[in-house]
């Protein structure tokens, strides 16, 4: 009887159990349909009453309660829908596009994500390379404080850093990357004692490297390049003996690398490239039993080179530095970029190319005595003599006594003092005007009421422009854009390039004044800086700063100096960088019009920077004449605008896919040298049919390139290129692909052939050294559960 009534007992139990679990499984499967309604998709497979069973990219646990949901590449568009909040139990939710596809479905996730601010199991989050546009980082996040890891990168999120993502003390992985973020970085980060791997690279961060990241000796991965960062390279870092990935290029650091890092003994990637380091390259480094790729290049550094023939190091590259004494050699594995340094035997006096600039060497030693600290980056000043380490310059208060009397008696002194050099300067001026030879006359009827201009834009005069130019001499003339001519001179002490409209090209004073307004809200290390303007009677004037490099067409067809592999897709990364911030970041959004070589022009560090922007097609508000002129250059006309004369986005994305075939290939979009009159589209997508890839790429660069990367890029250029608009990648998905392919190369060489060539490498894992749009970033393989798509 006993028996029986357990029996009993255990079937109510089990029917309770199921019908609960039947409840919670109706409730979850109403749940997924009204998100899939307010998503604008529909999924075949969500049918029946039971989501747990073979429902598209659902899982449930052995209760029937969905905890897992992957939508990845699915197409859905809008905000996370409030049905989402229903998943209660849910743990991993990805609603990110891992991979582009011109062919697959693309998802459009937007909104604050607050309905996920009580879905408090939740472990693995991604919506990453989605439209999320917020001015602040979203606050729903900060309540989830199960994440182990967070991928809320390549989005458009302003604002500063959250110090509340120290909350989430389970946090392993941390993905901010490529935002429109600000700093300072949080020090409380350095409380993340179980962080993995950050990524923060391109956001405006402006800001130290906290010495508390030191703290985090669970630290694998870090990558901040291109965040303004300034500053010295932590010694605290040292401590993270687990860290196997460094990337801190692109910025304004300074000083030295610190001794402390020689106990990153897993250390296998070191990207530093493109900063202000300086002193000697520590002798320790090639002693790093696992480090594979270096890149110092565009530093400070100087004295000799350490000797890295028995190191485990396959890639380095010190170029444009000041390492003096023997050219550094290698075993034959050794990838070794050593131009542009003072290497034996060199005569101080001689100049030395640093890509297309020179400079001396014995000028800078004798700028050196007795192991001085080389001059700081723009508005920082020296704040440790010892490592060279330089800070922001600050501006004390006048006086530094703490007597009263004392300071109001240097006060009325600073004011005399300055009140006297004003008096002597206001005298001078008089003279100055008074005195000096006029210019011609025809500069001097302008009657317009003086605009100051836009703030942080400084207004030239007509008459110092003139002189810089000799009268806009055709000796000082080095090119002619779509806004008019363009000149080089000096003004204020600094070269500059000064752009004077065409005739055809001047507007009315409140279209040009509108346009100013708009070209000084952009600002990127990809654009080309407007310094100032000047406006007279039937001239106007845009100054911008001076690209000693010239123009990118130059660069490829008209010089004798071959761009290698790798230069030449750090440039199409900076291109498409640039365009991506002004279709995606700039207020309002700019289209530029005409993208093409010309209009890409280099610095003398080689960093791309698009030009002649300032005609491009912006907002209804900010249109002028500018604005409505036909748009683009034979050869990178987007065939959607002939057909509909419909300009959007998309039709740069066409400009930049011919650019980027044009870098690959070394050919020019229109050649009738060509086979058959082929257009360069046809001829690529023709010769990819034959299976001959390295027919397309540069003869120039022999086999010196990663074979798989360029296949990926030249696939990535047609996508582009193609011909319905619809069908080209945003320039975001643009940038995301290419950094892919940026850091396969660091982090997947290591896997090729030990050969010099990078063309023998057939026995290679093509998978492991393809771009990747995600998962470009680590060195960890995770398991699919992560949420960290590989």
């Known amino acids: 009887m006993q028996s029986l009534y357990i029996l009993l007992t255990l079937l109510i139990m089990d029917s309770s159990s199921s019908g609960f679990a039947f409840a919670s499984s109706t409730s979850e499967r109403d749940a997924l349909l009204g998100a899939m309604v307010a998503w604008k998709v529909n999924f075949s497979s969500w049918v029946g009453d039971d989501p747990c069973i073979n429902w598209q990219g659902v899982r449930c646990d052995s209760d029937g309660r969905v905890t897992y949901l992957n939508l990845s590449n699915t197409g859905i568009v809008g905000p996370v829908p409030q049905e989402i909040a229903s998943l209660q139990d849910l743990t991993v939710l990805d609603l990110c ?66 110090k509340e993502l120290v909350n989430l003390t389970k946090l392993e992985y941390m993905y901010l990357a490529n935002n429109s973020l600000t700093g300072p970085i949080p020090i409380e980060y350095g409380r993340l004692m179980h962080l993995r791997e950050i990524s923060l690279w391109n956001n405006n961060l402006n800001s130290k490297i906290p010495p508390e990241f030191g703290n985090l000796t669970n630290l694998t991965y870090i990558n901040f390049h291109e965040c303004n960062l300034y500053g010295g390279l932590p010694p605290e870092l040292g401590k993270c003996k687990k860290m196997r990935n460094i990337s801190l290029y692109g ?78 050699t290698g075993p034959a594995n050794l990838v070794l970029n050593t131009s542009g340094n003072c290497f034996d035997p060199i005569n101080n006096n001689e100049k030395i190319r640093c890509q297309q600039d020179y400079f001396d060497c014995g000028s800078f030693f004798n700028s050196l005595p007795n192991g001085a600290c080389p001059r700081c980056p723009s508005s920082q000043s020296l704040e440790d003599a010892n490592t060279c380490v330089c800070t922001l310059s600050t501006t004390g208060d006048i006086g530094g006594s703490t007597g009263g009397g004392s300071n109001r008696g240097k006060l009325i002194g600073s004011i005399v003092g300055v009140g006297g050099l004003l008096l002597v300067l206001a005298s001078l001026f008089y003279v100055y005007r008074r005195y000096r030879k006029p210019v011609k006359q025809r500069y001097l009827g302008y009657a317009s009421e003086l605009w100051d201009g ?92 001076y690209m000693p490099n010239g123009n990118l067409h130059t660069m490829l067809f008209k010089n004798t100096i071959t761009l290698d592999w790798l230069t030449r897709l750090d440039i199409a990364l900076g291109i498409a960088h640039g365009l991506e911030y002004l279709h995606s970041f700039a207020d309002p959004p700019v289209i530029h019009r005409d993208v093409k070589l010309s209009n890409v022009l280099l610095d003398d560090n080689l960093v791309a920077k698009l030009s002649d922007f300032g005609i491009s097609k912006v907002a209804q508000e900010f249109e002028t004449q500018m604005a409505t002129r036909p748009a683009g250059t034979a050869g990178y006309i987007d065939p959607q605008y002939v057909l509909t004369e419909q300009l959007t986005s ?74 319905k608009s619809g069908d080209r990648p945003s320039m975001k998905v643009v940038v995301a692909i290419l950094d892919g392919c940026r850091w396969s190369v660091a982090r997947d060489l290591n896997k090729m052939n030990h050969s010099e060539s990078f063309q023998d490498n057939e026995h290679v894992d093509e998978e492991a050294v393809s771009c990747r749009v995600s998962r470009q970033e680590s060195n960890n393989v995770l398991s699919e559960s992560t949420l960290v798509p590989r």
Not at 102 to 127: E, F, K, W
Not at 520 to 536: D, P
Request: hydrophobic share 40%; proline share 5%; with cysteine.
């Open 650 to 723: 998309a039709s740069d994305v066409y400009g930049f896919g011919m650019v980027l075939l044009e870098l690959i290939s070394g050919q020019k979009c229109i050649d009738n040298a060509r086979a058959d009159g082929q257009n360069l589209i046809e001829w690529v997508e023709f010769t990819l049919q034959t299976g001959k890839t390295e027919s397309i790429v540069d003869p120039r660069l022999g086999d010196r390139y990663p074979k798989q990367i360029y296949q990926d890029i030249i696939r990535l250029a047609l996508d582009c290129a193609a011909f």
């Open 97 to 162: 596009n891992p991979r582009y596809n011109a062919r697959s479905t693309m998802n459009a996730v937007s909104g604050d994500l607050s309905p996920l601010q009580g879905l408090i199991h939740l472990q693995n989050l991604n919506v990453s390379f989605n439209n999320i546009t917020l001015s602040s980082f979203p606050s729903a996040i900060f309540n989830l404080t199960n994440l182990v890891s967070l991928r809320i990168d390549n989005l458009r999120i302003g604002g500063p850093l959250p």
């Open 454 to 545: 836009p703030e942080g834009i400084v207004r030239y005069n007509i008459q110092d422009i003139v002189a810089a130019t000799d009268d806009f001499d055709k000796r000082h003339q080095i090119g002619v854009g779509g806004f008019g001519r363009v000149f080089h001179a000096v003004l204020g002490g600094r070269e500059v390039a000064v752009k004077l409209a065409h005739t055809s090209s001047i507007q009315s004073t409140a279209g040009f004044r509108n346009e100013l307004v708009l070209l000084s809200r952009l600002h990127h290390v990809n654009l080309v800086h407007l310094l100032g303007f000047c406006e007279a009677e039937g001239i106007q004037i845009l100054v911008y700063e």
């Open 251 to 328: 910025n304004s650091l300074t000083g030295i690398v610190p001794d402390s890092w020689k106990n990153m003994t897993q250390l296998s990637v070191l990207w530093l490239h493109r900063n202000r380091l300086t002193k000697y390259l520590p002798e320790w480094l090639p002693s790093l039993p696992n480090l594979y790729n270096v890149s110092l290049d565009y530093n400070l550094f100087y004295g000799s080179v350490p000797n890295f023939s028995n190191a485990s190091v396959k890639i380095m590259s010190i170029t444009c530095n000041y390492f003096s004494g023997a050219t550094p």
